[in-house]
């Protein structure tokens, strides 16, 4: 196995400069999102970056991964398909293991740090 040198990004995710916002697919009332990779493992199994989205409700699945997200800003609510319920604000740390399904109501722009595991 070849090592690779580590990859270091420094600062705050708050700061971290995201691309154009685009409409979320699973919206129904005009969310828009960004996100930027910040590293990814070579086999492309595990990414990790910054995501944010703007207020509103969308839908979301955890088809073949696993998803470990801290809330660096805004606050949201997410009900699982099974009716539990998690209200989020900075500081809040999420995990939605593959096969997840559930959704979000944004209730102010949310920005988090995320690591992503495909299953």
């Known amino acids: 196995m070849t090592e690779q040198p580590p990859t270091i990004?420094?600062?705050d995710a708050l700061a971290v400069e995201l691309?154009?916002?685009?409409?979320?697919a699973t919206s129904s009332d005009g969310v828009l999102e960004a996100?930027?990779?910040?590293?990814?493992?070579?086999?492309?199994?595990?990414?990790a970056g910054v995501w944010e989205c703007t207020p509103g409700t969308f839908t979301a699945f955890r088809d073949g991964y696993d998803?470990?997200?801290h809330i660096v800003s805004g606050k949201a609510t997410v009900v699982a398909a099974d009716g539990n319920t998690c209200e989020l604000e900075a500081g809040?740390?999420?995990?939605?293991?593959?096969?997840?399904?559930?959704t979000w109501t944004v209730h102010e722009?949310?920005?988090k740090t995320y690591v992503?595991?495909?299953?």
């Open 35 to 47: 996100s930027v990779t910040l590293w990814e493992s070579p086999d492309g199994a595990v990414e």
């Open 19 to 24: 691309p154009e916002f685009t409409p979320k």
């Open 92 to 102: 809040s740390t999420l995990v939605t293991p593959a096969g997840w399904r559930g």
């Open 116 to 119: 992503i595991r495909t299953v």
């Open 109 to 111: 722009s949310v920005r």
């Open 67 to 69: 998803e470990v997200a």
């Open 9 to 11: 990004h420094a600062g």
